[in-house]
């Protein structure tokens, strides 16, 4: 075995094998990041340089915790819980995302205190660093909450903390959806409501969306609301960015406590809607499946990587309220986005596909009529939802098939994106090598790509998605498992 430029000569069988080799590369994009960039947020791999996109807080030391965690890297466990103590969440000099900020660090830091003093406690050298992951998760939610001193309680996300300022009147789905299990699990964790009350203010708003044209099907709603009065702007949306891990959040909140029936209800609605109303095939290739994305009733044949979630979370849902249907429809398209993946020339899928007939780039219509999609953004940032996919279809299925497809996009991603001291994004998924590597490895490389390509090989543990239904963890969207409630 190599690691030390392009394709890992691994045994291909299943297994030890392929887990050992996730975990060799989490070593190796840890050491380039150790030597080159932390405490920083992210490591420039061609450069050997870094990147602060994150507000400076090390936002790669942090979203590696949980991933150090689960693969018993003691060694980088302790140098990321010694580092934690000493981030000032009160100074940055740029603007802070509530949601970012949210998924990433609170979320990375909550999962590490669960795991850390559950069932991994004893990887930590010093206990008292265990007791400063819940008082930083403490101290960042009290820095983040004036967030919500709107006239609604919908939060703004764009902050800035020095002058507690904000980036305007208008935030989005994706944005106000995404803290229950984060700020409620903090609740939960302290005793202290008001970091709960905060998050469910907000999220009524849009479990009752207003105006009633703002939800075109029922369970599926706009994407853009105005924080003075929590009104949804707009009908447009899916399950895109800007508004995906909403529903994602509707069931993996429900799986965390199963009182929160009415986001399982939500969840099922908009489940339904998106079996009934969106359901996509292309003209050439009616085999595959697609979820499209809407404005009021009009559906537009277009997806993303960030889509690609979506597989997964059908798969997740159909689990755990045992209905086969969610199931059946959720690995439909876990087969759609793999075919997004194989049919290019790096055989890694693009950022942004359509597969609209009458709107066929010319120099992409031989490639359409074989693929069933063409490609509107060609680049890689080294996004999980895929191999995240194919991690719940194989839980669910234990179909080795789907082991053997997150090994093939591993060793792909492997083979184009492995540079200089790390991973790097590429500009172009459909040219040999990827085109250009644009020189960022983002923080979620570590918390999601590396994650979900080592636990579909690894065995059983209690942190495993349960492939009953039956949850003892329940992984936020930056794939951080939270501790479930019951
Ligand atoms: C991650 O931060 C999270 O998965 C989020 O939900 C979507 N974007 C990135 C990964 O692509």
């Known amino acids: 075995m190599t690691l030390a430029f392009g394709l890992p000569t691994y045994d291909a069988s299943p297994g030890v094998h392929r887990a050992q080799a996730v975990v060799d590369t989490f070593k190796l994009s840890w050491e380039g990041y150790y030597s080159h960039a932390f405490p920083n947020d992210e490591l420039k791999p061609v450069t050997n340089g870094l990147s602060n996109s994150r507000n400076g807080w090390g936002a790669s030391a942090v979203d590696a915790l949980s991933t150090a965690l689960i693969m018993g890297e003691r060694g980088i466990v302790n140098q990321i819980i010694d580092h934690i103590p000493h981030i000032n969440w009160s100074n940055t000099p740029t603007q802070v995302s509530l949601f970012e900020t949210t998924i990433r660090y609170l979320g990375g830091m909550l999962s590490g205190y669960d795991l850390l003093r559950g069932p991994l406690a004893d990887l930590a ?6 007791d400063a992951l819940l008082a930083q998760s403490i101290n960042l939610a009290n820095n983040l909450s004036y967030a919500f001193e709107t006239p609604s309680g919908m939060p703004w996300n764009g902050l800035d903390f020095s002058t507690r300022g904000h980036d305007g009147d208008t935030t989005g789905l994706a944005v106000a959806g995404t803290l229950i299990l984060e700020w409620q699990r903090l609740a939960d964790l302290t005793g202290n409501k008001t ?8 999220e009524k708003y849009l479990l009752s969306p207003t105006p009633h044209s703002s939800e075109p099907f029922p369970g599926l709603v706009g994407t853009n609301i105005n924080v003075t009065t929590g009104a949804f702007l707009d009908a447009s949306g899916g399950w895109i960015g800007g508004a995906d891990s909403f529903y994602e959040y509707l ?82 398209l876990v087969n759609g986005c793999h075919a997004t993946y194989t049919q290019t020339a790096t055989r890694i899928g693009p950022e942004i596909f359509a597969w609209n007939a009458s709107n066929v780039p010319a120099n992409q219509s031989a490639f359409f009529n074989t693929t069933g999609f063409y490609i509107t953004s060609p680049g890689y940032q080294l996004r999980p939802e895929v191999i995240e996919s194919y991690y719940y279809a194989y839980r669910a299925t234990s179909d080795p098939k789907y082991q ?12 184009t994106t492995r540079v200089g001291s790390g991973y790097s994004s590429v500009s172009n998924v459909n040219v040999e090598g990827g085109g250009n590597h644009t020189d960022f490895q983002e923080s979620f490389w570590f918390a999601e790509v590396l994650k979900y390509s080592y636990l579909i090989q690894a065995g059983e543990a209690e942190w495993q998605v349960g492939k009953d239904g039956v949850n003892e963890w329940v992984y936020n969207t930056e794939a951080h498992p939270v501790k479930v409630q019951g």
């Open 125 to 130: 050298d010093k206990p008292e660093k265990v």
């Open 195 to 202: 970091y709960s009350e905060l998050v469910w203010k907000a």
């Open 251 to 332: 069931i993996k909140t429900y799986v965390y406590n199963r009182s929160y029936t009415y986001l399982r209800d939500r969840w099922i609605a908009a489940a339904d809607s998106t079996i009934r109303y969106l359901t996509s095939h292309p003209d050439p290739r009616p085999d595959l499946t697609f979820v499209a994305t809407y404005d009021g009733t009009t559906i537009q044949a277009t997806s993303e990587h960030l889509a690609c979630f979506d597989g997964g979370n059908l798969i997740l849902g159909g689990q755990v309220l045992h209905q086969q249907k969610y199931i059946d429809y959720g690995l439909e």
């Open 404 to 415: 053997d497809w997150a090994w093939e996009a591993f060793l792909a991603i492997n083979e």
